[in-house]
């Protein structure tokens, strides 16, 4: 069986993402891309049960797919999602000294996105999740 192409390249089409999301977010760096970025899969990730979380993980690019599972804490329950400003304001608040993402943080990071995913995958992912899911990416 050969290597998918995914991984293969999955060092690239990490790099191209951060590349795109730093555009987006309008920062410096793919430092300061990676802990914006980081945010917002961490607001998200609060909202979901493990099993949930390997679904969404699943329909993403493999090193995204890692970064979004890395250091959970599977055993805390999920929260509920709430309206835009306040999952705004949780992702600002992640290691706040560390994260320069802006108000329109959240949608800066579902455009990156939605340009790096298939986005049939990412439809059928985002289907099985509890509602506000959706919204959650919605740009």
Known sequence: ????SAFVHASRDFERFLLDARDELGLGTTHQSYAAVLAVLVTFRARLTPA???TFANALPPLLGAMF???WDTAQPPKPFADRAALTREAIGHR?????LPETG???????LC????????????????PGAREFWAV
């Open 52 to 54: 949930e979380g390997v």
């Open 115 to 130: 340009r790096h995913v298939d986005p049939q995958a990412f439809e059928r992912a985002l289907a099985k999740l509890p």
């Open 69 to 71: 599972l890395q250091g």
């Open 96 to 100: 706040h000294d560390h994260t320069l």
């Open 106 to 112: 959240i949608a800066d990071v579902a455009r990156a």
């Open 1 to 4: 069986m050969t290597v998918p």
